[in-house]
């Protein structure tokens, strides 16, 4: 059972570590789920489930160790409990499979995370109107067909866009993350 935090200076320093290390470490939860789970939903589930067992099981982390390794094993298995109540559907991805995609992502987590960093900032560098279609396909999920339409535009319009976008972020990112290895 929890234990109710209280006023007390060691209750608010140990509420602070967590809020600090669970919001720095977020992004790459949530990453980590996407690449186990098939939905966005699943994703959002799972992430919810994550963050209470986070929180429940933070009394027993180490401060001073890997939080990100930490909470990426602890969203293992609750992808691993999703999966064992997804009875009404077969699954297209063994166990065996599920282990060696979350080993090596675990083992990865600082590339992955510079990365990140680095897509980020590349992100920043596109038109806006480029940010904008990043941030509707990929962020909030929309469709090709949606954005189509949106964007008076035909589907095929829409996604060579989205291939050359895609092209420009992979080369930037891929120069920012040589640059840094260089420095």
């Known amino acids: ?83 064992s109540r997804q009875k009404r559907e077969n699954l297209v991805f063994s166990d065996a499979f599920l282990d060696a995609v979350s080993d090596e992502l675990v083992q990865n987590t600082s590339y992955f995370e510079k990365r990140l960093r680095a897509l980020d900032g590349c992100i920043e560098l596109l038109p806006e109107h480029h940010r904008e279609l990043v941030h509707h396909r990929y962020e909030s999920g929309a469709s090709v067909e949606v954005i189509a339409s949106q964007a008076n535009r035909s589907p095929v319009a829409v996604c060579r866009m989205l291939s050359r976008v895609r092209q420009t972020l992979h080369d930037c990112v891929t120069k920012r993350i040589a640059d840094e290895s260089t420095t």
């Not at 200076?9 to 140990?14: F, I, L, Q």
């Not at 570590?17 to 799972?46: C, G, M, N, W």
């Open 1 to 83: 059972m929890l234990k109710k935090l209280g006023n007390s200076a060691a209750d608010r320093e140990r509420l602070d570590e967590f809020l600090r290390l669970f919001a720095k470490h977020q992004r790459t939860i949530t990453l980590y789920l996407t690449s186990l789970l098939p939905t966005q939903q699943d994703v959002d589930d799972v992430f919810q489930e994550t963050s209470l067992v986070l929180w429940r099981e933070f009394p027993k982390f180490e401060i001073g160790t890997n939080y990100g390794a930490w909470a990426c094993t602890i969203a293992f298995n609750q992808v691993r409990a999703w999966r």
